[in-house]
Nanobody, 115 residues
């Protein structure tokens, strides 16, 4: 089992920045992919960014503004969010997938961008 704990959400003005963190604990040696998804009210959960060994992938709406990184020594994945827009307002969920393709989710952290 893997537990994911997110932190770093909050309220920020448009154009501002935030950094989200997600720390994994448990059977972490099996983790292959870690990443972030988000869900706005009334909308589906969408990919924000994922990171595997040596590669990253971003959702189209965040390319060039968000950066995902991973510190394996700390079992932590980060999401640096720059040039935030009101449309980025959502609950952001940390995700991890292990070598058996089982997915784990954090409890979510709210990001609110005011105009």
């Amino acid at each position: 089992q893997v537990q994911l704990v997110e932190s770093g959400g909050g309220l920020v003005q448009a154009g501002g920045s935030l950094r989200l963190s997600c720390t994994a604990s448990g059977t972490i040696f099996r983790l292959n992919t870690m990443g972030w998804y988000r869900q706005a009210p009334g909308k589906q959960r969408d990919l924000v960014a994922i990171i595997t060994t040596g590669s990253t992938m971003y959702g189209d709406s965040v390319k060039g503004r968000f950066t995902i990184s991973r510190d394996n020594a700390k079992n932590t994945v980060y999401l640096r969010m720059n040039s935030l827009k009101p449309d980025d307002t959502a609950v952001y969920y940390c995700n991890a997938v292990d070598s058996y393709a089982k997915a784990y989710w954090g409890q979510g952290t709210q990001v609110t961008v005011s105009s």
